[in-house]
């Protein structure tokens, strides 16, 4: 099991930080004629891309803790394209989800500036994965807005290739 360097830990942090700022920019470059509009059968909107960012970073503020805090922890793995489709991803606000990634992102970064490096190099399992560890989880979750920002992008761009664009 790697552990990470106090350093290593704070660039994923600084990353983690960032992400909020990165969706939201790109969630603001849609327009909103485009942000319900499908890329292929079985991909997602730009819409549920955004709604999936606050589900999964509300479930990822509990799975740190778990890691950091249980004896012996086990994170449970979800079906993604089921909570699409069960909490009608179209129909949840999109500033409710931003807002829900901000509150949720500040107040992890909080919890784990606050903690000590002795608290840190846990291993517990994954429902789906196997082994996971709390470098895993820093290392997911620093990236994990950015995947989605640029997915965001990638939908923009698929868009504005496939429906006419009016005249300037």
């Known amino acids: 099991m790697k552990l990470l360097t106090p350093s290593e830990r704070e660039g ?3 990353r983690y930080e960032a ?5 939201r920019a790109a969630w603001n470059s849609v327009p909103r004629e485009a942000r319900q509009w499908r890329p292929a059968p079985g991909k997602w909107t730009a819409h549920e891309v955004l709604v999936h960012c ?3 970073e509300a479930y990822g503020h509990t799975r740190i803790r778990l890691m950091l805090a249980d004896p012996k922890p086990v994170i449970i793995g979800y079906d993604e394209n089921a909570w699409a489709k069960v909490f009608d991803y179209h129909g949840h606000d999109p500033e409710l989800a931003l807002r829900t990634i901000d509150a949720v992102r500040v107040n992890t970064l909080a919890c784990l500036r606050r903690l000590s490096d002795s608290a840190f190099g846990k291993l517990g399992t994954h429902t789906q994965s196997g082994a996971y560890t709390d470098a895993d989880w820093f ?3 620093a990236e994990h807005l950015e995947v989605h920002a640029r997915q965001i992008e990638r939908n923009l ?3 504005r290739a496939a429906v006419p664009q009016p005249r300037s």
């Open 19 to 23: 992400g909020p700022a990165l969706l």
């Open 54 to 56: 606050a589900d999964s």
């Open 12 to 14: 994923y942090l600084l």
């Open 139 to 141: 290392r997911i979750y």
């Open 157 to 159: 761009a698929a868009w």
